[in-house]
């Protein structure tokens, strides 16, 4: 037992439910499916935990279990022909486990047969492997969010849309454009961001795919400088615009935001003051507390600049969501994700970014995360928090 539970340390599922001691037959409809879902299933129905190494379980299948069972006799139906079997770690967890090659005692016997060493060592030792496997993916969701987030000086919220988001793309053939565009405003719509209608005008999030992104940027800048501002509400300095059109990154982004107070009221600038001929804002409804930060940063329009030299050899729906996680948040794209389930590996040196083809489970929970938390001081610490609920980031190694 002390090795398997070492071998655990590598990545461990656990389905965690509130435990009650129930050994009577009960009626069980778990059809035919793959096994962790249908153990999951049954660990639910009897209020028990299922300790299991995500690996062994893998894609093995089950041809489920029908009809009146106890947990046990369920379990061993569940497994059957899988090479696998269960114990007990003590009277209120359950471990799956290879099979020996010996023929052992029926699935009720092992439940008798626990021995009381198992109860003091095995469920202990588990139990911490459980919560140091909880306390690692935390920490690397922290690093995540820290390290992907835009560092935004004094003003510490994080930059999102609360105007409708008004999608455009440009630059590909109207399949790929049209495929593009569709991917952007579902992970928008699921990220819970403000979607505008599909004939929405004018646009403010822009998707451009070219060849040649420097000329497009002086371009668009030499017929309206104004497209892109600082976050005073005045013109980009021409050093900052000469830096995002000479940028060697195969996607690029500029973010257009302003500075509102919390509550949604907007600031106003100081009429008597001037710095470096930039006026300060003041924000005359603060919120007064200690928690919620006074003024926040509201994205109002996006260039998301696509160097198509780049992304030969790359899926399209991958670039689309890239695109759509750099679009929908203010993105660090310096940030070191090496390691990390995101797309915004695409570009980085990984060995397996060329096969990324969509966006990842992180990312969509910190979408999610980033559109239903509030601007507070602890913003970063509760995107994590509610990534860590998320099922689909528990369920990653």
């Given at each position: 037992?002390?090795?398997?539970?070492?071998?655990?340390?590598?990545?461990?599922?656990?389905?965690?439910?509130?435990?009650?001691?129930?050994?009577?037959?009960?009626?069980?409809n778990i059809p035919a499916q793959g096994l962790a879902p249908a153990l999951q299933a049954l660990a639910r129905a009897r209020n028990f935990q299922i300790v299991y190494v995500s690996e062994e379980i893998g894609g093995r299948s089950t041809r489920g279990a029908v009809g009146e069972f106890t947990p046990e006799e369920a379990l061993a139906r569940l497994l059957a022909g899988t090479g696998l079997t269960f114990k007990y770690l003590?009277?209120?967890?359950?471990?799956?486990?290879?099979?020996?090659?010996?023929?052992?005692?029926?699935?009720?016997?092992?439940?008798?047969?626990?021995?009381?060493?198992?109860?003091?060592?095995s469920a202990p030792v588990a139990q911490v492997t459980i919560e140091a496997q909880r306390q690692a993916l935390e920490q690397r969701l922290s690093h995540?969010?820290?390290?992907i987030t835009e560092q935004t000086g004094s003003y510490k919220s994080l930059a999102r849309w609360r105007m409708k988001i008004c999608p455009a793309v440009a630059g590909l053939s109207k399949d790929r454009g049209d495929l593009v565009l569709e991917r952007i405003s579902t992970i928008a719509r699921t990220a819970g961001a403000p979607l505008a209608p599909e004939d929405c005008a004018p646009p403010d999030l822009f998707v451009l795919f070219t060849p040649d992104p420097t000329k497009l940027v002086k371009d668009l800048a030499s017929r309206n400088a104004g497209r892109f501002m600082a976050l005073s509400g005045q013109r980009a300095d021409g050093a900052a615009l000469k830096k995002f059109a000479e940028s060697t990154q195969p996607v690029r982004v500029w973010y257009n935001a302003q500075l509102t107070g919390a509550l949604g009221n907007e600031l106003h600038a100081f009429d008597q003051a001037d710095m470096g001929g930039r006026r300060p804002l003041q924000n005359d409804h603060p919120v007064l507390s200690r928690i919620q930060i006074d003024d926040v940063q509201e994205l109002t329009s996006v260039f998301v600049i696509v160097d198509t030299r780049r992304i030969d050899g790359l899926k399209i729906g991958a670039v689309a969501d890239?695109?759509?996680?750099?679009?929908?948040?203010?993105?660090?794209?310096?940030?070191?994700?090496?390691?990390?389930?995101?797309v915004l590996?695409?570009?980085?040196?990984?060995?397996?970014?060329?096969?990324?083809?969509?966006?990842?489970?992180?990312?969509?929970?910190?979408?999610?995360?980033?559109?239903?938390?509030?601007?507070?001081?602890?913003?970063?610490?509760?995107?994590?928090?509610s990534m860590m609920r998320d099922a689909s980031v528990a369920s990653r190694p």
């Open positions: 037992m002390r090795l398997w539970v070492a071998a655990a340390v590598v990545y461990m599922s656990l389905v965690t439910v509130a435990v009650a001691d129930d050994s009577s037959r009960q009626t069980t003590d009277d209120k967890t359950i471990t799956i486990v290879p099979a020996t090659p010996a023929a052992g005692p029926p699935p009720s016997a092992i439940a008798q047969a626990a021995q009381p060493e198992e109860e003091t060592e995540f969010v820290t390290t890239y695109a759509a996680m750099l679009g929908l948040a203010k993105i660090n794209l310096n940030a070191d994700v090496t390691g990390d389930d995101s590996r695409l570009f980085t040196a990984s060995a397996d970014a060329a096969t990324l083809s969509q966006l990842a489970a992180w990312d969509a929970a910190f979408l999610k995360a980033l559109y239903s938390e509030q601007a507070n001081k602890m913003q970063r610490h509760s995107i994590v928090n």
